[in-house]
């Protein structure tokens, strides 16, 4: 499995916001704006939360099992992989969300005299906060996931070259 990259997920949320803030500049024409939803945030912040809750928990596990403390259950690979699955596509889709909310929120900047604005200018910034802590959750499970290099492996420098003769 491909790791996550940082690049890929700010690209995804650059895009996103940009075209989040163009599309509420020209909703904002029509006369009226989409709303953040007060559940944005919450939502994105219980899926941080179980993110980090896996990882802590995957993490003790396999500190456990090299420890061979007795008693000590091992890490099914199959939830293991779930897990990582799990968390990169909510780091994909968090970024965004992230970014939606965040042009949303750049608009609203500009309207912060009026109180419902606002009110929404703050959940879209808390969504953004909070999408950046699922994207950081799920990089930190994506860790600890990680197999360890395989030290017969270590030399990739040969790869596709003919050997000395």
């Known amino acids: ?21 163009a599309g509420a500049r020209l909703w904002n024409s029509v006369g009226t704006l989409p709303s ?3 559940a ?37 690979p199959m939830m293991a992989a779930r897990a990582l699955v799990f968390g990169q596509a909510s780091a994909l889709v968090a970024a965004l969300v992230a970014g939606m909310y965040g ?13 419902a604005r606002r009110d929404q200018a703050i959940y879209a910034g808390f969504s953004v ?3 950046i802590a699922v994207i950081t959750a799920a990089l930190f ?3 600890v996931c990680k197999l360890p ?4 492996n270590t030399d990739n ?3 596709g070259t003919a050997p000395a003769a």
Do not use: C, H, N, Y
Not at 7 to 16: P, V, W
Not at 149 to 152: A, C, R, S, T
């Open 1 to 21: 499995m491909k790791q996550l990259r940082i690049r890929t997920l700010a690209g995804l949320f650059l895009a996103a916001g940009v075209l989040s803030w």
């Open 36 to 38: 953040v939803p007060l």
């Open 40 to 76: 944005a945030p919450i939502v994105l912040a219980v899926i941080a939360v179980v993110l980090l809750a896996t990882a802590l928990s995957i993490r003790a596990r396999l500190r456990a099992q090299r420890e061979r403390r007795p008693g000590a259950k091992g890490v099914d």
């Open 103 to 115: 042009g949303t929120g750049v608009f609203l900047l500009e309207q912060l005299d009026i109180p």
């Open 129 to 131: 906060l909070a999408g």
């Open 141 to 143: 499970l994506e860790r």
């Open 149 to 152: 290099d395989d030290p017969e």
């Open 157 to 159: 420098d040969t790869q």
